[in-house]
């Protein structure tokens, strides 16, 4: 068993358990989940907070949650407000207050201070251009700054009134004194503060440099006592310039830096600056539009924190990339609501059929069951009478052979009702079907033990009893499974033209007249759906969270 229990760690799991093994870090476990917040999460944060705060709560450690607020260029409270949020509705909770880099800019100053001291950072007069031409090529040696061989006192001097703002943006910048040949390019004097005139949203005006994330990352590690640095592997190469910070001021336990691959996921993309592009051009509706792969976006088309959860834990942690199926993100979520959602009728592109063998005025109260995948779950009255909706592609009138729905002369049963026969239907000038005429046969209610079957079984609503409603039909953003990946190609031109179509004239059982943002639904034979934010009593909005089965998988075929 022991052997079997192996086997099932991931490969962080493996690192973590030997390091308890041999009393590292005080046999502790002390993770942390670091956003900088200039966006909203994406699912791909997702995955990485469900494995931070996992590995925290598996090993009975801890768990901070910290912003990496070094741009104040970029960041913003609402941003802020969102993670804190998103985090919260995955189902996590971190240790003690909130912490912000922020927090720890004036130690951060000191440690500068201090390599500077010790001849191991220097002030850089040259502009970022010149620089990144300096450092040359993995091949090549980069060319070391005429700046390098400043002394300890000017470079003190000059950093001190970098601080006090006597430069303007750009004028220079403190770089660290590594090793201008190193074959690792992360190595080669990397830049460790930088001028920024910016207001920051939680120290405002009192600095005026900022430290770069390399810089600040491993040493707000070392300040929280985290033991596990866990980041996704295009931070692979800045482990050795991690590690060698750490040297310089660690004393005692420091963490360690560990890479896993990041979330891939086809037919969408990734990037913070490509999604705030799609915001900011207006191709989307904002940060939470159902489309997005965002947390908030997830949140409002339907998904659930627990279908997330186990959508990371199925995919697990990798060492090397790979692409994900976003029909896998949908199993999950549908295994998850077909679980929880009451079943429903909605008519969604409706045409009137009449019962005209079923006597005018009269309602009849059907009951039908919420969930048949739940044994405690309870049932619900639905009115039945002369005149209903159905959808309108449940009825052809020159049906082909295995068209199992409603066509003249064919019985079908409607869903917890009674069986009906079209007798005939009605056109407008154009030919389109405006109502079916059918007849009803009283002995076949539902539950009532009669053995007449029929193949085909309806979905449908009172015409006068139901309830009106928008329908956002949401579906995949791109039509492409990598958007990002065509040379010379803008990933816009893959957009789908039809993830959203909206239906205004919907009709819903009235049992949904109550319903409130985020409640969730099983529209019978239609997809699993959700109460939009926007949704009011007076304006019910629905959004498809997805279907009832993969309709791209046919595609792909």
């Not at 390091?19 to 966006?39: C, I, W």
């Not at 469900?50 to 910290?66: A, D, I």
Request: hydrophobic share 30%.
């Amino acid at each position: 068993m022991e052997a079997d229990n192996e086997k099932s760690l991931n490969f962080i799991e493996q690192i973590i358990e030997k390091d308890l093994s041999e009393g590292k870090n005080s046999n502790r476990v002390h993770t942390r989940f670091p956003p900088e917040p200039n966006g909203y999460l994406h699912i791909g944060h997702a995955k990485s907070i469900c494995l931070n705060f996992g590995l925290g709560k598996k090993y009975n450690g801890k768990t901070n949650l910290r912003f990496d607020d070094t741009n104040p260029t970029k960041e913003e409270d609402e941003y802020v407000k969102s993670i804190v949020e998103d985090v919260k509705w995955l189902g996590f909770d971190w240790d003690g207050e909130i912490c912000y880099t922020s927090d720890y800019f004036q130690q951060l100053y000191d440690w500068a201070v201090k390599l500077i001291k010790e001849g191991k950072a220097y002030v850089d007069d040259q502009d970022s251009e010149t620089i990144s031409e300096q450092r040359g090529t993995p091949q090549k040696p980069g060319i070391e700054s005429p700046f390098r061989a400043r002394t300890v006192e000017e470079n003190l001097d000059l950093f001190e009134r970098m601080h006090a703002g006597e430069f303007e943006d750009g004028a220079k910048v403190l770089r660290a004194k590594v090793d201008m040949s190193s074959p690792n390019m992360q190595m080669r004097d990397p830049v460790m503060y930088r001028i920024m005139h910016a207001h920051h949203h939680r120290t405002g005006d009192k600095w005026c440099i900022y430290p770069m994330y390399d810089f600040a990352h491993g040493q707000s590690d070392y300040i929280e006592k985290i033991t596990h640095s866990i980041c996704t592997l295009e931070f692979e190469n800045h482990k050795p310039l991690y590690n060698w910070f750490l040297d310089q001021i660690a004393e005692g336990d420091r963490p360690q830096q560990i890479e896993f691959a990041r979330l891939n996921l086809n037919y969408t993309v990734m990037s913070k600056r490509k999604l705030l592009q799609l915001v900011e051009e207006n191709y989307v509706n904002g940060w939470d539009d159902p489309r997005m792969p965002t947390v908030s976006g997830l949140r409002r088309r339907g998904y659930t924190p627990e279908s997330i959860r186990n959508f990371a834990d199925r995919i697990g942690v990798a060492k090397r990339d790979n692409v994900i199926e976003y029909s896998l993100l949908e199993f999950f979520v549908r295994e998850h609501l077909n679980k929880i959602t009451d079943r429903v009728m909605a008519v969604l592109d409706p045409v009137k059929l009449t019962i005209t063998n079923y006597p005018e005025g009269k309602f009849e109260d059907l009951e039908l069951i919420n969930n048949p995948e739940d044994e405690n779950s309870d049932k619900r009255n639905i009115p039945f009478g002369r005149n209903l909706f159905i959808e309108k592609n449940d009825f052809m009138i020159d049906a082909p052979k295995k068209f199992f729905r409603l066509t003249p002369g064919k019985e079908v049963r409607l869903k917890g009702a009674y069986i009906i026969k079209c007798e005939d239907y009605i056109t407008d000038d154009n030919g389109n079907v405006t109502e079916i005429l059918c007849t009803y046969d009283p002995e076949t209610k539902s539950g009532s033990g009669v053995s007449r079957k029929v193949k085909g079984t309806l979905h449908w609503v009172n015409d006068e009893k139901c309830i009106n409603a928008e329908v956002r039909l949401y579906d995949r953003l791109f039509t492409d499974e990598d958007p990002l990946g065509h040379k010379d190609v803008d990933f816009k031109e893959f957009i789908n033209p039809k993830s959203l179509q909206v239906l205004p004239n919907c009709k819903l059982e009235p049992h949904l007249a109550t319903a409130k943002p985020e409640d969730k639904f099983q529209f019978m034979r239609l997809g699993y759906f959700c109460v939009d934010k926007e949704s009011t009593s007076e304006k019910l909005i629905f959004n498809r969270t997805v279907s009832l089965k993969d309709s791209w998988a046919k595609k792909k075929k």
